[in-house]
């Protein structure tokens, strides 16, 4: 066991903690049971979702890795207990669209369900206190968040990401609705994806039934239905030597 009490907290978000690693150069993130949603208006402890979310990013992190996009993972030491590059995070949230609905519908007239071909992409200000506003490249520049360059290549990274865990997720009968992402740069300013990517930041259609098997069903207030869908991703994405690993 990892003695969390010691450890020195560095940022605490909604659903995970981040905390001092070993050295300057890591830190440990720790998935909380902790769902919210409405800019925080609803908050439930949801059992298993910590343990679920770690080990479903950390075989997703690998993935991504191996088909040759940097990733701020390093090791699930244990489940919830990530240890992972430091990095200085970029407050844009990457939202990369296959298919329109959820924010997108509500604010533009794209019928729900309409599939975004070729994908969209589209960039908020990680910013709680605006509410995560939309960005575009000039508002972003002159914020001082990132440079074109830099907006250029997230997008870039953003796509390739999109096609790895499309066909990732079609192998297991799964459809990548949308997810969002975000990038940190180490010191040299090197681009990492970071943070998490877990059925908390994406939605997930069950190819054949058209179920969700993601945080939506909370948003629409099923919270008996979420950890079993949850589950189903685990079920499905993990080997069962790869399940055995934790248990
Ligand atoms: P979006 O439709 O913009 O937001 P909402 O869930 O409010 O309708 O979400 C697009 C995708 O990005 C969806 O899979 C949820 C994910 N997402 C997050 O994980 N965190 C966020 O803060 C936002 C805005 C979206």
Redesign the pocket.
Same mark, same amino acid.
């Given at each position: 066991m990892i003695k969390m009490v010691n450890e020195k907290l560095l940022y605490e978000g909604k659903a995970k903690s981040v905390y001092q690693g070993e050295n300057d150069e890591e830190v440990i993130i720790k998935f909380r049971d902790d769902m919210t949603a409405g800019d925080g208006a609803r908050h439930e402890s949801m059992g298993q979702k910590g343990y679920l979310n770690s080990i479903l990013c950390a075989k997703i992190f690998e993935i991504i890795e191996e088909a040759g996009v940097k990733t701020q993972f390093i090791e699930l030491t244990e489940p919830c207990v990530m240890k992972a590059m430091k990095l200085e995070m970029i407050p844009i949230?990457v939202?990369v669209?296959n298919i329109a609905?959820?924010?997108?519908v509500r604010k533009f007239p794209f019928e729900d369900k309409t599939p975004l071909n070729p994908p969209l992409v589209q960039m /908020?200000f990680k910013a709680d206190e605006y509410h /995560?506003p939309m960005l575009n490249d000039a508002i972003a520049k002159a914020l001082g968040i990132a440079t074109q360059e830099e907006l250029d290549k997230l997008r870039e990274l953003a796509l390739k990401v999109n096609e790895i865990m499309k066909k990732m997720f079609k192998d297991i009968g799964i459809i990548l609705v949308?997810?969002?992402i975000e990038f940190g740069k180490d010191k040299e300013g090197n681009i990492y994806l970071g943070d998490e990517i877990s059925p /908390?930041?994406?939605?997930l259609w069950d190819a054949e039934t058209m179920d969700m098997l993601?945080?939506e069903l909370f948003?629409q207030g099923k919270d008996d239905e979420v950890i079993e869908a949850y589950q189903e991703v685990y079920n499905r994405l993990l080997s069962d030597e790869e399940k055995a690993k934790f248990n």
């Amino acid at each position: 066991m990892i003695k969390m009490v010691n450890e020195k907290l560095l940022y605490e978000g909604k659903a995970k903690s981040v905390y001092q690693g070993e050295n300057d150069e890591e830190v440990i993130i720790k998935f909380r049971d902790d769902m919210t949603a409405g800019d925080g208006a609803r908050h439930e402890s949801m059992g298993q979702k910590g343990y679920l979310n770690s080990i479903l990013c950390a075989k997703i992190f690998e993935i991504i890795e191996e088909a040759g996009v940097k990733t701020q993972f390093i090791e699930l030491t244990e489940p919830c207990v990530m240890k992972a590059m430091k990095l200085e995070m970029i407050p844009i949230e990457v939202i990369v669209r296959n298919i329109a609905t959820g924010s997108i519908v509500r604010k533009f007239p794209f019928e729900d369900k309409t599939p975004l071909n070729p994908p969209l992409v589209q960039m /908020d200000f990680k910013a709680d206190e605006y509410h /995560d506003p939309m960005l575009n490249d000039a508002i972003a520049k002159a914020l001082g968040i990132a440079t074109q360059e830099e907006l250029d290549k997230l997008r870039e990274l953003a796509l390739k990401v999109n096609e790895i865990m499309k066909k990732m997720f079609k192998d297991i009968g799964i459809i990548l609705v949308d997810f969002k992402i975000e990038f940190g740069k180490d010191k040299e300013g090197n681009i990492y994806l970071g943070d998490e990517i877990s059925p /908390d930041s994406c939605r997930l259609w069950d190819a054949e039934t058209m179920d969700m098997l993601d945080k939506e069903l909370f948003r629409q207030g099923k919270d008996d239905e979420v950890i079993e869908a949850y589950q189903e991703v685990y079920n499905r994405l993990l080997s069962d030597e790869e399940k055995a690993k934790f248990n």
